[in-house]
């Protein structure tokens, strides 16, 4: 019998961890080089593709991690290492409806390509971002585009990673864009501008924005649920808020005591599982905002995901 897992990254235990939903506890952990963060999960859900950054957060100076790790997710292994050099500070990860992988290295504000991740030993293409500090990415479920967060040149660029001519186009939506998801029919990214403390909703053909609202203090990250309502995760104002995708304004608010770093939703229940700055992962109602139950974990929870084993 098959049971749900929560796969989480514990950026400042330096490890990759197993927990069992229904008990809560963690099962094994993987170490892993310091400050991995991003991870993805191919379709088979046999292996976990995490990024090593390679430093705590966007705003910590340094070379970084220049390597893909490869985590078979049944045996609790690492199976390799895989070196990017020169592409370093790698942070944002996509994994397209082909199981092919994209990498964004931050420093050299370069997407690469992995076409076999499961195999290959570098990347097979590289596109530029068109921006600076390009952090986080949004990606059309074919991967023919992708949209990348510039935290330093404050833009929100469109890539076609499979066109070497393709040149990036750029729209300004506000200070620091970090956030983002697409709608359901990718005809709209949102994207949470963290200084501005905006939302905007950007079309993704002409890439205009047609819509922006303010929003709560520090808006860190954007999340589409399956119904699809916004989450956000308001890193100043130690909350999560429930936003309309239409009007971009607040329907629910959620105080928190600590701060929410990312979130994951379950693929089949209402439940929602948030990382906080207090080593623990709050399991949340999404219907009702109602806190089911905490999971203590090691230090600095990050980026999750619900696997069945």
Same mark, same amino acid.
């Given at each position: 019998m098959s049971r749900d897992i929560l796969l989480l990254v514990e950026k400042c235990a330096h490890c990759i961890s197993?927990?069992?939903?229904?008990?809560?506890?963690?099962?094994?952990s993987? *170490?892993?080089?310091?400050?991995?963060?991003?991870? =993805?999960?191919?379709?088979?859900q046999r292996y976990a593709y995490v990024g090593h950054y390679g430093v705590e957060t966007s705003g910590h100076v340094g070379a970084g991690g220049h390597s893909i @790790?490869?985590?078979? +997710?049944?045996? *609790?292994? @690492?199976?390799?290492?895989?070196?990017?050099? $020169?592409?370093?500070?790698?942070?944002?990860?996509q994994i397209d409806e082909q199981d092919r992988l994209y990498a964004l290295?931050?420093?050299?504000?370069? @997407? @690469?390509?992995?076409?076999?991740?499961?195999?290959?030993?570098? $990347?097979?293409?590289?596109?530029?971002?068109?921006? +600076?500090?390009?952090?986080?990415?949004?990606?059309?479920?074919?991967?023919?585009?992708?949209?990348?967060?510039?935290?330093?040149?404050?833009?929100?660029?469109?890539?076609?990673?499979?066109?070497?001519?393709? =040149?990036?186009?750029a729209c300004h939506p506000g200070q620091k864009p970090e956030g983002n998801c697409l709608s359901e029919d990718e005809k709209t990214l949102f994207v949470?501008?963290?200084?501005s403390n905006t939302l905007a909703a950007i079309d993704t053909?002409?890439?205009?924005?047609?819509?922006?609202? $303010?929003?709560?203090?520090?808006?860190?990250? +954007?999340?589409?649920?399956?119904?699809?309502r916004l989450f956000t995760s308001n890193y100043g104002d130690r909350s999560l808020s429930v936003v309309d995708p239409e009007t971009l304004r607040e329907t629910g608010y959620l105080k928190m005591e600590a701060r929410a770093i990312a979130l994951s939703f379950h693929p089949t229940l209402a439940l929602a599982y948030v990382s906080q700055d207090d080593d623990r992962v709050m399991v949340l109602d999404t219907e009702?905002?109602? +806190?089911?139950?905490f999971i203590a974990t090691q230090r600095e929870p990050d980026v999750s995901q619900v696997v069945s084993l």
């Open positions: 197993w927990y069992d939903l229904e008990s809560g506890k963690r099962v094994r993987l *170490a892993l080089p310091e400050f991995p963060h991003e991870f =993805v999960v191919d379709r088979a @790790l490869q985590v078979d +997710i049944r045996s *609790a292994e @690492l199976v390799r290492s895989i070196d990017l050099l $020169p592409f370093n500070r790698i942070h944002g990860l290295s931050e420093e050299k504000a370069t @997407l @690469l390509v992995l076409e076999q991740p499961h195999v290959d030993t570098a $990347p097979r293409r590289a596109v530029p971002s068109g921006g +600076i500090k390009s952090h986080l990415f949004a990606l059309t479920r074919d991967g023919q585009t992708a949209f990348c967060m510039n935290l330093l040149s404050h833009t929100v660029t469109k890539v076609r990673p499979w066109d070497p001519l393709h =040149v990036p186009v949470s501008n963290r200084w053909d002409t890439m205009v924005v047609r819509r922006s609202a $303010p929003c709560r203090d520090d808006v860190t990250r +954007i999340y589409r649920s399956r119904d699809g009702t905002l109602r +806190i089911v139950a």
